[in-house]
């Protein structure tokens, strides 16, 4: 297996755009998590899904944000309107299970927003 | 609340000399206990992973963790560090009534000198 994919690995886009990440998880797996990066706030879960059904999405920061996952192999983190503070590496994350299973981590998307 | 804490955000160690990381860890039960590796540019790796039985945990890369409860710590070991280990270090506590809550600690950056 590929492991996770991630798409764009970089993405710099100006202020009020629109702009999607993309998740292939590991085929098999149940959960996807997405996941935000800085370094003042370290790693930030935003959302998660089990069979393609989110089930939290508390650590959403604003509903500029937006998650879909429209089938087991595909996931999306939308945000609309861009903000210079959303400015991060992404990470999605797929996993077996809950518990001890761990998560096998993407390599994640470098969104800078001018 | 469940938390996590690493003492150390910087460790430079030489190339053969032996490693410790410290990871504390707050949670009302045993939870599930993770380090992984983030090298630079990538996503998170999982080096090991503990919930219950022996408390000495083997990892991938010659890495080990010992669980101690009464200390409420999972340190991370290594007997001689190479060149390579230079990375971010994280430690993560899953928690929560489904384990669905991994929160990760911020991280020690180890260098490794020759």
């Known amino acids: 297996d590929a492991g996770v994919i991630q798409s764009p690995r970089h993405e710099v886009t100006e202020m009020g755009q629109e702009v999607t990440l993309r998740c292939k998880p590991i085929?098999?797996?149940?959960?996807l998590f997405w996941y935000r990066q800085t370094m003042m706030r370290g790693l930030e879960l935003l959302i998660y899904?089990?069979?393609?059904?989110?089930?939290?999405d508390s650590g959403m920061p604003e509903d500029r944000f937006s998650a879909k996952m429209p089938n087991a192999s595909f996931s999306t983190l939308k945000i609309q309107p861009s903000e210079p503070r959303d400015s991060a590496v992404y990470f999605c994350?797929?996993?077996?299970?809950?518990?001890?299973?761990?998560?096998?981590f993407g390599s994640g998307t470098r969104l800078t927003v001018v | 609340a469940q938390s996590v804490t690493q003492p150390d955000i910087h460790i430079t160690v030489s190339e053969g000399a032996s490693l410790e990381l410290r990871c504390n860890y707050s949670?009302?039960?045993?939870?599930?206990l993770f380090w992984y590796v983030q090298s630079p540019g990538q996503g998170l790796q999982l080096l090991l992973k503990?919930?219950?039985?022996?408390?000495l945990v083997q990892g991938i890369k010659g890495f080990e963790a010992e669980f101690k409860r009464s200390q409420s710590s999972f340190n991370l070991r290594k007997p001689s560090v190479h060149w390579s280990d230079a990375a971010e270090y994280f430690c993560?506590?899953?928690?929560?009534?489904?384990?669905?809550?991994?929160?990760f600690g911020p991280g020690t950056s180890l260098s490794v000198i020759p």
């Open positions: 993560a506590v899953g928690a929560g009534t489904s384990y669905d809550k991994v929160i």
């Open positions: 994350a797929s996993s077996l299970g809950l518990g001890g299973y761990g998560y096998t």
């Open positions: 085929s098999g797996h149940d959960y």
């Open positions: 949670y009302g039960a045993t939870p599930y």
């Open positions: 899904f089990n069979n393609n059904v989110p089930i939290d």
């Open positions: 503990y919930f219950s039985g022996d408390t």
